[in-house]
């Protein structure tokens, strides 16, 4: 089975800094898919960036970007610029593509505070 | 366009009742699935349906069924409530059954 460990429980930044959310996996599978999802206060899970295994360009979305380093099985979020609405937990998560048994294995989540 | 709806968002029951909880998936997703959600156990997939066939399950007792129906939305029922049942239950569907996944607001179980 396939696993996604964040290492981070909390991380703190101040607001208009630079951030980085750690995230590895371990898997056996060469083709599957990597999400950043974020869960605000709300609880709505919203998903911030996707990352296709075969891609070796690393995915951006406008301030989000990732590192991507599938030899390392790792996939770490930057957050540039931090704004306050960026606050929340932020969940990697692994997919098998061709939907695997498991669904999408999601990490313990990072807490992320923006200090203003 | 509607985003993923789940209902009821709220609800309390007791050891030993039984819950339905449903989802609507946005216009044109068929394929559902089903996450479970506690400060304890984390997120935890539950199962998942595509053109209303159970495509995958998780690691879940058999109280945890569900159900996709024809317009593809889904139910998800527990029976014999526990007190470690008590849990957000996420819901999300998806265009193609691997892409990414649009998350529901949830519903918050509580078992007293």
């Known amino acids: 089975a396939q696993t996604v460990t964040q290492s981070q429980p909390e991380m703190s930044v101040q607001e208009a800094e630079t951030v980085t959310l750690s995230c590895t996996y371990d898997?056996?599978?060469?083709?599957?898919?990597l999400f950043w999802y974020k869960q605000p206060p709300s609880r709505q899970m919203i998903l911030v960036i996707r990352?296709?295994?075969?891609?070796?360009q690393n995915a951006t979305e406008n301030r989000f970007s990732v590192n991507f380093q599938k030899a390392a099985k790792s996939f770490s979020l930057k957050i540039s610029d931090s704004q306050l609405g960026d606050a929340a937990m932020y969940f990697c998560?692994?997919?098998?593509?061709?939907?695997?048994?498991?669904?999408?294995?999601f990490g313990k989540g990072t807490h992320l505070i923006i200090q203003p | 366009k509607a985003g993923v709806t789940q209902t009821p968002r709220y609800l309390i029951k007791t050891r030993g009742q039984q819950v339905t909880l449903s989802c609507s998936p946005i216009?044109?997703?068929?394929?559902v699935s089903w996450y479970q959600q506690t400060p304890g156990q984390g997120l935890q997939f539950l199962f998942e349906?595509?053109?209303?066939?159970?495509?995958n399950k998780g690691n879940f007792p058999g109280r945890f069924s569900g159900r996709q129906f024809s317009n593809s939305r889904s139910e998800m029922n527990v029976s014999t409530l526990e007190l470690g049942d008590s849990a957000l239950y996420l819901c999300?569907?998806?265009?193609?059954?691997?892409?990414?996944?649009?998350f529901g607001e949830g519903s918050r179980l509580t078992v007293l």
């Open positions: 999300a569907s998806s265009f193609l059954n691997t892409g990414e996944l649009f």
């Open positions: 898997t056996s599978e060469s083709d599957y898919y």
């Open positions: 990352q296709e295994a075969y891609k070796q």
């Open positions: 998560a692994y997919r098998t593509r061709g939907g695997g048994a498991d669904g999408l294995t």
């Open positions: 216009s044109g997703h068929r394929s």
């Open positions: 349906y595509f053109s209303e066939t159970q495509r």
